[in-house]
Nanobody, 125 residues
């Protein structure tokens, strides 16, 4: 499985950003693909994933807030839109895959089967 993230960079507070993850080689019939981030000095945090079979979105918080996950099946790409960026959003954002339709394991247990290398997002004025 290959997961290649892009779209990170330096942005100002209040701006929006869309991260992309181009994926390939996933052989599991059912999986959850999404995003995890790691801020400086903090543990990794599951944000969101989208289930392959139901095409349903799952978020860390029931209210998705400033994050929106989406997928373009034709392009084999998953996106994470982040609105109203805050300095606290500064982190490395990883694309990840959990085999099986197990969003809770993905988001809350970080029981991940495949990881991308990550893309840095820095929010600063």
């Amino acid at each position: 499985v290959q997961l290649v993230e892009s779209g990170g960079g330096l942005v100002q507070p209040g701006e929006s950003l869309r991260l992309s993850c181009r994926y390939s080689g996933i052989t599991s019939d059912r999986y959850c693909i999404g995003w995890v981030r790691q801020a400086p000095g903090k543990e990794r945090e599951g944000l969101s994933c989208i289930s392959s079979d139901l095409d349903k979105e799952w978020y860390r918080n029931a209210e998705k807030g400033r994050f929106t996950i989406s997928r373009d099946v034709a392009k084999d790409t998953v996106y994470l839109q982040i609105d109203s960026l805050e300095p606290e959003d500064t982190a490395v954002y990883y694309c990840a895959v959990k085999n099986g339709n197990l969003p809770y394991s993905f988001i809350h247990r970080l029981d991940i089967d495949h990881w991308g290398k990550g893309t840095q997002v820095t929010v600063s004025s």
